[in-house]
């Protein structure tokens, strides 16, 4: 089966840096999403990894360690409208099936 | 991208009614897929719906509880049957387009179940 294990929340100051980790089992890996939901909304897509290393989108970066099952999302120069649940997700099986993490409830403060 | 639309938006049921929840996209997609968030939780695949065939489920879901319709490339529907108060949580579709890992998500539906 799928698992993949976030920290539940992290509390991070406006303007700094924080890193959300994900470490995942899985068969048939293709790649880590990952995904932002603010409260009473959907999903919304961030960032893609099917190789390791490093992508940055913005203000997002993502990486991946495909040899430690592992990634993580970093996001800087927080800001309080960044206050959300971030998912990652693997994507795996011949029909880009994806499964969800737990979750991570960032709170950005002050 | 996709946009996607879901209807009912919310609805609050009575016990062993069923509901059924639209989804409609803007463009054509081999697969649509149904998940489940209740409140706080991750979400939960309860099944992939591809036009043409019967609907893949997840374990832990069924067909005769949650019967889905593909009828064409832009369309398509999840029922919850014969609801109880643990139905309740949010019900979301989503599609992923050609060559992509992206899945896109409607708005969902909030089924409050009484």
């Known amino acids: 089966g799928q698992s993949l294990e976030q920290p539940s929340e992290v509390t991070a100051v406006e303007g700094a840096i924080v890193q959300i980790n994900c470490t995942y089992q899985?068969?048939?890996?293709?790649?880590l999403s990952w995904y932002q939901q603010h409260d009473g909304g959907a999903p919304t897509f961030l960032s893609y990894?099917?190789?390791?290393g490093l992508e940055e989108t913005g203000r997002f970066s993502s990486f991946l360690s495909r040899s430690d099952s592992y990634g993580y999302l970093l996001l800087q120069e927080l800001q309080m409208k960044d206050s959300a649940s971030y998912f990652c997700?693997?994507?795996?099986?011949?029909?880009?099936?994806?499964?969800f993490g737990t979750g991570t409830k960032l709170q950005v403060i002050p | 991208s996709a946009v996607i639309s879901q209807k009912p938006s919310r609805d609050i049921c009575q016990r062993g009614t069923s509901l059924t929840i639209q989804c409609q996209v803007d463009?054509?997609?081999?697969?649509m897929f149904w998940y489940r968030q209740q409140p706080g939780q991750s979400l939960t695949l309860i099944a992939t719906?591809?036009?043409?065939?019967?609907?893949?489920?997840e374990s832990g879901f069924v067909i005769d509880k949650f019967p889905i319709s593909r009828p064409n490339l832009t369309f398509s529907t999840l029922t919850v049957s014969n609801m109880s108060p643990e139905d309740s949580s949010i019900y979301l579709c989503?599609?992923?387009?050609?060559?992509?890992?992206?899945?896109?998500f409607g708005p969902g539906t909030r089924l409050t179940v009484l």
């Open positions: 989503s599609v992923v387009l050609q060559g992509g890992g992206t899945q896109y």
């Open positions: 899985t068969s048939g890996f293709y790649g």
């Open positions: 990894n099917a190789l390791d």
């Open positions: 997700a693997v994507n795996s099986g011949g029909y880009q099936k994806v499964t």
């Open positions: 463009s054509q997609v081999t697969m």
């Open positions: 719906a591809n036009q043409g065939s019967e609907a893949t489920y």
